[in-house]
Nanobody, 129 residues
Framework: QVQLVESGGGLVQPGGSLRLSCAASGFTLDYYAIGWFRQAPGKEREGVSCINDNDGKTYADSVKGRFTISRDNAKNTVYLQMNSLEPEDTAVYYC???????????????????????WGKGTLVTVSS
């Protein structure tokens, strides 16, 4: 069964850090583009950071310099290191994967619009004092 499972969310104070993990089962991530997306209450799902099969990376302007995406193909896992967290980062974070070669340009938008994308169920991140 093809599946993505996110973990690592939780409650953190402003300025704190979390590392999210997206573990794949039933398939290998080597030739997949992976994206982290988030959805806050009452808002649309937005792309946060994406990484392609050549290790090209993109970040939303709101997280540049604070978040870092990485992949460990040996562990079949993609990570999102989140530092200097702000209350505006509060959301459910989802990872999505597509078996496609995507360019870095607007990668998250490309990934989100592919109908065969595999989604995880999400992990909640709450940034609050």
């Amino acid at each position: 069964q093809v599946q993505l499972v996110e973990s690592g969310g939780g409650l953190v104070q402003p300025g704190g850090s979390l590392r999210l993990s997206c573990a794949a089962s039933g398939f290998t991530l080597d030739y997949y583009a992976i994206g982290w997306f988030r959805q806050a209450p009452g808002k649309e799902r937005e792309g946060v950071s994406c990484i392609n099969d050549n290790d090209g990376k993109t970040y939303a302007d709101s997280v540049k310099g604070r978040f870092t995406i990485s992949r460990d193909n040996a562990k079949n896992t993609v990570y999102l290191q989140m530092n200097s967290l702000e209350p505006e980062d509060t959301a459910v974070y989802y990872c999505g994967a597509v078996h496609d070669a995507l360019s870095v340009q607007a990668m998250c938008e490309q990934l989100r619009d592919i109908s065969t994308i595999v989604w995880g169920k999400g992990t909640l991140v709450t940034v609050s004092s």
